[in-house]
């Protein structure tokens, strides 16, 4: 959606009007192709992506991920606030963003309650268990 908002407003600029825009060297490289990339140039890759295997750190991952991208959308806003053909999709999408949040949020919460630990850190014990030596309630057996 954000690529066809910039297709659509860049697809009739003139090659004078590319050249005092900035976008010049993107044009270079790409023509009025999109080409997906950050703010300061930096083009998207499969680093975007990162998975552990782990659920719990790869929720927290998502939540990350949901939290910047709506970041990123609200900075947009800031810039586009009096142009509603662009700002209210950039709305629709960040509103889903809040959305996924909560769900992965949710998610968290139930992988959370079905181990062993209620604390804000908790470790999956089908990878792991914890070090006997450092469980209280190892040692409250123990003794």
């Known amino acids: 959606m954000v690529s066809t908002i910039v297709h659509q407003l860049t697809r009739d600029?003139?090659?004078?009007?590319i050249e005092k825009s900035g976008f010049g060297p993107y044009y270079i490289d790409h023509t009025v192709g999109i080409w997906p990339q950050a703010a300061?140039?930096?083009p998207f890759n499969a680093c975007e992506f990162q998975s552990k295997g782990d659920p719990i750190t790869d929720l927290f991952e998502n939540l990350a991920a949901e939290q910047k991208a709506r970041s990123t959308y609200d900075n947009i806003l800031r810039v586009v606030r009096n142009l509603p053909e662009v700002a209210?999709?950039?709305r629709f999408l960040r509103a889903r963003e809040v959305v996924h949040f909560q769900r992965f949020g949710e998610a968290l919460r139930s992988i959370?309650?079905?181990l062993d630990a209620k604390n804000?850190?908790?470790?999956?014990p089908s990878f792991d268990n914890p070090c006997k030596a450092s469980c209280?309630?190892?040692k409250k057996k123990e003794n």
């Open 40 to 42: 300061g140039g930096v």
């Open 120 to 124: 804000f850190y908790a470790f999956n």
């Open 112 to 114: 959370q309650d079905q």
């Open 136 to 138: 209280d309630d190892c």
């Open 13 to 17: 600029l003139s090659m004078e009007e």
């Open 88 to 90: 209210d999709p950039i």
